[in-house]
C-alpha cells in the first residue's frame, strides 16, 4: 500500500475494515478482518438480548499498523466499533489517536461513496493548508 497519500479513512465494524489512503485523484484500498471469524458475543447475567460484539485488540492493532503514516485519519462506520476502537488508541497508541480528525456514524457505503465522502470531509482543511 502507497504510504505517500496524507490522508487515510477507515470504515469499519466489528467484523472487518475497509482501509483508504488517497488524495486528490488516487486511492488505495486495503481490507483487513479479524483472525477470529467466529462472532463474539458477551451476555450479561440475567438480562435478556443478544448481548455486545467485542473487536479483537490484534483486529485493532492491525488497523492501527495499516494507517499508522497517515497524516490525517477519517474513522468511519454504522455501529460502535469507532468508539471501541477510539478507546483502544487512547490506551494503546495516543500518538495515532491524535491524527483522528473526525469520527463519523456512516451505515454501509460502497468503497466510492467512502472515498468520496472522506475526500468531501477533509476538502475545507486542505484548502485552508493551500493559502
Request: hydrophobic share 40%; proline share 5%.
Amino acid at each position: 500500500m502507497s504510504t505517500s497519500h496524507f490522508h487515510a479513512a477507515i470504515w469499519m465494524d466489528h467484523r472487518h475494515a475497509k482501509v483508504f489512503h488517497f488524495n486528490g485523484t488516487e486511492a488505495d484500498h486495503r481490507e483487513l478482518h479479524p483472525q477470529n471469524t467466529s462472532v463474539h458475543l458477551h451476555h450479561k447475567a440475567n438480562k435478556v438480548g443478544s448481548g455486545h460484539e467485542v473487536m479483537e485488540p490484534a483486529f485493532m492493532n492491525e488497523i492501527v499498523l495499516s494507517v499508522s503514516e497517515a497524516g490525517e485519519i477519517l474513522i468511519m462506520g454504522p455501529g460502535n466499533a469507532k468508539t471501541e476502537f477510539m478507546t483502544y488508541l487512547e490506551k494503546y497508541s495516543p500518538v495515532l489517536k491524535a491524527k483522528i480528525v473526525g469520527v463519523e456514524t456512516v451505515d454501509h457505503p460502497s468503497d466510492g461513496e467512502i472515498v468520496a465522502y472522506a475526500r468531501k470531509f477533509f476538502k475545507p482543511a486542505d484548502a485552508m493548508r493551500l493559502h
